[in-house]
């Protein structure tokens, strides 16, 4: 994989988790599509529905798969299935070298933060399976901002930029979804995009 950077004098760069550092999009898939099927789905979850909703936080993305099909569903027990089912795979994550690669290589000289769509209680523990925890002391989640504000919104970047010290237009983020590039750009910041589809 290449990766297009952008030239520039950056002072901090802020990553995205999943399908950016660590290929975990397969086993989301497979989560969610398990997860919904024990809510009603009779159907494989479409691929391409879930890799549209990248970046967006879980319980939105349960209720945006249940309207998608039609499905009368409890968005925060959807949520809480796949998450279980997520959890007890994390085991095989895998990192996106070339990213991790300049992730280590920036984080010698700069300060650097995760802006996750996951929650905490995901996040972290994935960051840990990949040997990624001791790298990234910033990581912002949909928990850290108000309800609702969530990329696409730039409120995460934003807030990751505040807590690197770092003025927004001077960061470099990485991402591989439409609605984390789409809040990168709201936020003022350079993007590079990440193929997540590998």
Same mark, same amino acid.
């Given at each position: 994989?290449?990766?297009?950077?952008?030239?520039?004098?950056?002072?901090?760069?802020?990553?995205?988790?999943?399908?950016?550092?660590?290929?975990?999009?397969?086993?989301?898939?497979?989560?969610?599509?398990?997860?919904?099927?024990?809510?009603?789905?009779?159907?494989?979850?479409?691929?391409?529905?879930?890799?549209?909703?990248?970046?967006?936080?879980?319980?939105?993305?349960?209720?945006?798969?249940?309207?998608?099909?039609?499905?009368?569903?409890?968005?925060?027990?959807?949520?809480?299935?796949?998450?279980?089912?997520?959890?007890?795979?994390?085991?095989?994550?895998?990192?996106?070298?070339?990213?991790?690669?300049?992730?280590?290589?920036?984080?010698?000289?700069?300060?650097?933060?995760?802006?996750?769509?996951?929650?905490? +209680?995901? @996040?972290? #523990?994935?960051?840990? =399976? !990949?040997?990624?925890? /001791?790298?990234?002391?910033?990581? $912002?989640?949909? &928990?850290?901002?108000?309800?609702?504000?969530?990329?696409?919104?730039?409120?995460?970047?934003?807030?990751?930029?505040?807590?690197?010290?770092?003025?927004?237009?001077?960061?470099?983020?990485? +991402?591989? @979804?439409? #609605?984390?590039?789409? =809040? !990168?750009?709201?936020? /003022?910041?350079?993007?590079?995009? $990440?193929?997540? &589809?590998?």
């Amino acid at each position: 994989m290449q990766l297009d950077i952008p030239s520039g004098d950056f002072a901090g760069y802020i990553f995205d988790l999943d399908g950016t550092l660590i290929d975990t999009m397969p086993l989301h898939y497979k989560a969610w599509d398990a997860a919904m099927r024990r809510h009603g789905l009779t159907e494989v979850l479409d691929e391409n529905l879930f890799y549209s909703l990248g970046g967006v936080p879980t319980v939105r993305v349960a209720a945006l798969i249940g309207a998608h099909y039609g499905l009368e569903l409890d968005p925060p027990a959807v949520e809480h299935t796949k998450e279980a089912i997520f959890l007890e795979n994390l085991q095989n994550v895998m990192h996106i070298a070339p990213v991790v690669a300049f992730a280590r290589r920036v984080a010698a000289t700069h300060p650097v933060a995760i802006a996750t769509g996951g929650m905490p +209680e995901i @996040a972290r #523990p994935a960051l840990k =399976a !990949a040997g990624l925890d /001791g790298l990234f002391k910033i990581v $912002v989640t949909p &928990r850290d901002v108000a309800p609702g504000r969530g990329k696409p919104a730039p409120d995460m970047f934003l807030l990751a930029a505040e807590k690197m010290g770092v003025s927004p237009t001077q960061c470099l983020v990485f +991402e591989d @979804a439409e #609605p984390g590039i789409q =809040a !990168a750009l709201a936020a /003022g910041m350079q993007v590079v995009r $990440v193929p997540s &589809r590998r």
